[in-house]
């Protein structure tokens, strides 16, 4: 029997997607039920009152939510969020309901074993409710109660292998798009590259130490399926240098119709036979493709990259073998200064992992005792780079000046010169100058 | 309920102590044939809505298919996958960026039968619990934030106008009838930890109402210089009030000055400003991340508010829909939301999806504004 009456919830039980109210009272009435016969060490009833309090915010549109206080796990600063319901006497399975985010494998693969060794330790100890995944790419366990917080670290860590991920002004869990194990675009392997730099920099995850927070994410191609331009203070998104190889037989069958253009994506209308001139020619940006008698060229000088001739005809254009990635800086949302897309750092870099990566980690490196020199309290690198200008980040990420950074330069002269750019320097003498000018 | 212990030892907290120990590795978790094939992808197809085909060099081919989920998934929820992943896909199962599920299997028949079977599945309430479908140019699942389940800053409910827009727009979840694919995010509060600043569609709760001062509390439970460095407009500065003969430290708010962001709240838990008739939903469009074509480009307001109308916010659905609709009617093949935007110009988006321009999508917030107005005289009627 539920606990609260729900009727506004209720209403979300029917259509098509997937309701997650009908999931919550399923796992209440597990929770009820309990056919294991669990001890169980948080509230058995907390998904009812996690539906009843949430039926109230419904009701008079407002959080019941508090202000998170600091919980945590002993020697860290992030992994947990603190969470109280505003209303405990109503509802007091959810009274202390804190978030515990725990390191996902990289491109989110799983087995069977794992999740279910997961989800053990969350039944027990926790709420039976999960996000798969957050928003920043960790698995959220949504809602236990304090003593619980080292019991469940305790297993995790002992009996799964598996670490808090990040939360507060740190970096935080690193995420990365599938890229090498099913994507044939992915031009450097970006889970390799996120486990690596992951375990790398366990203590900035855990202990904050920065301004503000910090995001890695790895895309393996400029098409950026974990949006890292977006989302993130460094970026980093695969690309080549060398031509897109082109395979002319595959490309008189997209011609011929023997193989559906874009693998298929617009099967669902009908938007008339392909068309290579006006599907892919006319669409390159920077108008580098030619079709003629039968053959297609790139000029692959002019190519930007923008993926979208590979992406209509993958079984005929290739990302070519010159591969790396381009480093982007600075993305966050709108809070505080209105919004940053990652702004172009080094157009280039080797992705090595026969050195450990040693030329991106360098570059991380320097870019972070800038920050934490220049950074204010609360500061994205965004802002900090806003404030002090690209070229401060270039300085300091010590990486060559190249036109790749901007879209165009500058429009104003107001530039600041230093004291050693000028022959002769600042230095001058007032008395020297009045011989030749009068006062 | 007995306590049960773990191991750990309140008493010698560091004793047998691991830490920093990191994600497992994910090759753990491969299944074979990605394990095999790891970085010898050929060429990948969409057989039909929610059926990938990969074709590695070697000529091993996997079949993907894909279901949505609510992403808040219980315990019962996460058993019931493993049952499937038992049964179907050899075990493993991966979760993607936008929370669908992928099972991978090995034929084409099988990964027929195994979306059968999820299209078969359903809550008692009558949802599907793992729709299949989100490929290609259509709509995928919804990312999301915490909403009213979680947080304490919303200004909406994130988990129910997912799944309200969700309905509204199942049919092009399962279809891939739309000229490029759409993303839709929703974020509850200006933080947008659902980062929907660059989506092709964005639900974004916003406050409408100026904090309100617990001035008996604040100082005991805030750093006031804290909570007056945290506004970004410079509308919080220190104070004093009398009330009741006593005199207390607190702060005072220029209420013209605040742009509703809840980050002195953040700072500050004496700084509530949610508010069941000020709080709602903005909506903004045309932006994306793929550097196909065109440029990454931010999500732009058009909507500046609809009012919170839970549990199935009809005016913020009606809208999204319609938006939906005009663009699949109107864009070319391969442009996104924000490039057909940008070629019919935004002030046919306007007419076209019948919205309003009112004065509050005229930017007036700090250096960036400028950049939104227009500097030409090229403009339409
Ligand atoms: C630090 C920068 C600048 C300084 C110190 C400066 C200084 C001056 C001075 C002293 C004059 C008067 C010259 C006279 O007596 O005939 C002048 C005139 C003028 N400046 Fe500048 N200027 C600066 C930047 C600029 C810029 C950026 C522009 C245009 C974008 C500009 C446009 C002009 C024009 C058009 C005049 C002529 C005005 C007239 O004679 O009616 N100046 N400037
Ligand atoms: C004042 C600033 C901010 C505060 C106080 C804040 C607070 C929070 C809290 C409390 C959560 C956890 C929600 C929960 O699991 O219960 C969270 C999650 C998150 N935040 Fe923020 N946030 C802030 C700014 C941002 C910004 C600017 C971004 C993005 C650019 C962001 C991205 C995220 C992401 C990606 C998550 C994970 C969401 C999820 O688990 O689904 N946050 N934030
Ligand atoms: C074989 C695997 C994949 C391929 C070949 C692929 C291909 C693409 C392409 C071509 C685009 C650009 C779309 C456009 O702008 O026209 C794109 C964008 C995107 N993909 Fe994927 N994708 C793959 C896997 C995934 C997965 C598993 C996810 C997560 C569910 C995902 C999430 C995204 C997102 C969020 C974008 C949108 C970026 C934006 O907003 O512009 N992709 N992908
Ligand atoms: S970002 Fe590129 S490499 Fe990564 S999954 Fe998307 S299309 Fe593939
Ligand atoms: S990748 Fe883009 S820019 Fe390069 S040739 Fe193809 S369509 Fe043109
Ligand atoms: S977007 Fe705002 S309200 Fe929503 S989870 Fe993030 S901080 Fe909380
Ligand atoms: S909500 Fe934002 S703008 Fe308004 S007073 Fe608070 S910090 Fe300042």
């Known amino acids: 029997m539920a606990k609260h009456k729900t009727p506004l919830l209720d209403q979300l039980e029917s259509g098509p997607w997937p309701s997650f109210v009908s999931d919550i009272k399923q796992e209440a009435d597990a929770r009820a039920k309990n056919e294991k016969g669990l001890d169980y060490q948080i509230p058995v009833d907390c998904p009812d009152d996690l539906l009843g309090v949430l039926e109230m915010s419904y009701t008079d549109g407002e959080t019941h939510w508090k202000h998170g206080g600091i919980v945590g796990v002993f020697g860290y600063g992030g992994g947990v969020i603190g969470r109280y319901c505003d209303q405990p006497q109503m509802f007091p399975g959810v009274a202390h309901f804190h978030t515990v985010r725990v390191a996902q494998p990289n491109g989110k693969w799983y087995n069977t074993e794992l999740l279910r060794n997961l989800i053990k330790i969350w039944e027990l100890r926790g709420s039976g409710l999960t996000n798969m995944h957050g928003a920043t790419g960790d698995i959220v366990f949504l809602g236990t109660t304090t003593p619980q917080l080292e019991e469940i670290f305790w297993e995790l860590t002992h009996d799964l292998e598996i670490d808090l991920g990040g939360s507060g002004s740190n970096l935080r869990t690193p995420a990365t798009c599938l890229g090498m194990s099913r994507c044939e675009y992915a031009c450097y392997d970006t889970q390799e590259l996120c486990y690596n730099l992951t375990q790398e920099y366990q203590d900035e995850l855990h202990r904050p130490a920065f301004p503000y927070k910090f995001k890695f994410k790895f895309d393996g191609c400029p098409n950026g399926c974990v949006a890292a331009i977006a989302r993130s203070d460094l970026s980093f998104i695969g690309t080549w240098k060398d031509p897109i190889k082109v395979d002319q037989e595959a490309v008189a069958a997209y011609v011929g119709g023997e193989i559906a253009p874009n693998a298929g994506a617009h099967a669902g209308r009908d938007w008339g036979a392909f068309d290579i001139q006006k599907e892919v020619v006319d669409l390159c940006p920077s108008n580098c493709i030619s079709y003629e008698d039968g053959k297609l060229a790139i000029d692959h000088k002019e190519c930007v990259r923008c993926m979208h001739c590979i992406n209509t005809m993958p079984r005929a254009l290739k990302v070519?073998?010159?591969?790396?990635?381009?480093?982007?800086?600075?993305?966050?949302?709108?809070?505080?200064?209105?919004?940053?897309?990652?702004?172009?750092?080094?157009?280039?870099?080797e992705v090595n992992k026969d050195d450990d990566y040693q030329a991106i980690k360098d570059l991380i490196e320097n870019i972070w005792d800038w920050w934490m020199e220049e950074g204010k309290n609360r500061e994205r690198i965004g802002e900090t780079m806003k404030r002090l200008g690209m070229a401060a980040l270039i300085d300091a990420a010590g990486v060559p000046v190249d036109a790749r950074q901007v879209q165009e330069p500058r429009h104003n002269p107001y530039i600041f010169w230093k004291a050693e750019d000028v022959e002769g320097g600042w230095d001058r003498d007032i008395n020297e100058f009045r011989k030749r000018h009068q006062r | 309920m007995a306590f049960i212990s773990s191991g750990y030892n309140p008493d010698k907290p560091m004793e047998g102590r691991i830490s920093d120990i990191g994600p497992r590795h994910f090759g753990e978790y491969l299944p074979p044939v990605i394990k095999k094939n790891f970085g010898k992808w050929d060429y990948h197809e969409i057989i039909e809505p929610g059926i990938l085909l990969h074709v590695a060099e070697s000529g091993d081919k996997t079949y993907t298919v894909r279901a949505g989920t609510a992403r808040l998934m219980s315990v019962t929820h996460i058993r019931e996958i493993c049952e499937i992943a038992d049964k179907f896909s050899g075990g493993y199962v991966r979760f993607t960026t936008r929370n669908n599920l992928e099972f991978q299997v090995e034929t084409e028949e099988a990964a027929k039968e195994l979306k059968t079977y999820l299209n078969g599945q359903t809550f008692p309430g009558g949802s599907h619990k793992f729709p299949v479908g989100g490929t290609g140019a259509g709509v995928t699942n919804i990312v999301h934030t915490q909403g009213w389940v979680h947080c304490h800053t919303p200004a909406t409910d994130a988990s129910g106008t997912v799944k309200a827009t969700m309905d509204v727009v199942f049919d092009d979840f399962q279809n891939?009838?739309?000229?490029?694919?759409?993303?839709?995010?929703?974020?509850?509060?200006?933080?947008?930890?659902?980062?929907?600043?660059?989506?092709?569609?964005?639900?974004?709760?916003?406050?409408?109402?100026?904090?309100?001062?617990d001035h008996q509390y604040l100082d005991n439970l805030c750093e006031i210089p804290l909570a007056v460095a945290a506004c970004p407009t410079g509308a919080v500065r220190p104070s004093k009030v009398e009330i009741d003969g006593e005199t207390y430290k607190t702060v005072a708010i220029k209420q013209e000055r605040c742009m509703f962001c809840g980050n002195c709240y953040t700072m500050c838990p004496s700084l509530p400003l949610s508010d069941g008739e000020g709080d709602g939903i903005a909506i903004m469009v045309g932006g994306k991340i793929s550097n196909r074509i065109t440029k990454p480009a931010f999500s732009k307001v058009v909507v500046p508010y609809v009012p919170n109308e839970p549990p199935r916010w009809p005016t913020m659905t009606k809208v999204i829909k319609k938006i939906l609709d005009t663009y699949a009617e109107d864009a070319n093949k391969y442009e996104r939301l924000g490039d057909w935007a940008n070629r019919i110009g935004w002030e046919r988006f306007f007419e076209k999806c019948e919205l309003p321009f009112t004065e509050h999508l005229i930017d007036d917030f700090r250096d960036p504004a400028y950049y939104t107005w227009r500097q030409t005289t090229q403009f339409k009627w």
């Not at chain 1, 940053?340 to 750092?345: E, I, T, V």
């Not at chain 2, 839709?184 to 001062?213: E, F, Q, T, Y």
């Open chain 1, 320 to 349: 070519g073998d010159e591969r790396g990635c381009s480093v982007l800086c600075g993305a966050k949302a709108p809070i505080l200064d209105g919004p940053q897309m990652g702004s172009l750092l080094v157009p280039f870099m």
């Open chain 2, 176 to 213: 891939m009838k739309l000229p490029a694919p759409v993303r839709i995010s929703m974020a509850c509060c200006l933080n947008m930890c659902g980062a929907v600043h660059c989506s092709d569609i964005a639900i974004l709760g916003i406050h409408r109402k100026p904090p309100i001062i």
